[in-house]
């Protein structure tokens, strides 16, 4: 099993940043990858940003590309979310995410472990 927790949620204006932490621990020697997700009430949870350590590739949504950016440390069990020029649709419970899967990133069923969200709220 591996537990994650999100941190570093909170309320911001439009235009500003926030850094989301995400710390692993149990059995993370199988973690291949993390992501971040996100959800608003009533919809489906949403890709964010994900990070595979093999070789260290980041993916994007298309809506966060040049405004967040991932990062994170396997030797370390962490990954993070630096989110800049944040904008009031960005306002969401954000989920961090682990994969023992060697495979995938993109959606949320590729993942094994989840957080329990932090909130991030952007006001306009």
């Known amino acids: 099993q591996v537990q994650l927790v999100e941190s570093g949620g909170g309320l911001v204006q439009a235009g500003g940043s926030l850094r989301l932490s995400c710390a692993a621990s149990g059995r993370t020697g199988s973690n291949y990858g993390m992501g971040w997700f996100r959800q608003v009430p009533e919809k489906e949870r949403e890709f964010v940003a994900a990070i595979r350590w093999r070789y260290g590739n980041t993916y994007y949504a298309d809506s966060v590309k040049g405004r967040f950016t991932i990062s994170g440390d396997n030797a370390k069990n962490s990954a993070y979310l630096q989110m800049n020029s944040l904008k009031p649709e960005d306002t969401a419970v954000y989920y961090c995410?682990?994969?023992?899967?060697?495979?995938?990133?993109?959606?949320?069923?590729?993942?094994?472990?989840w957080g329990q969200g932090t909130q991030v709220t952007v006001s306009s």
């Open positions: 995410a682990a994969s023992v899967r060697p495979l995938g990133a993109l959606r949320a069923n590729e993942y094994d472990y």
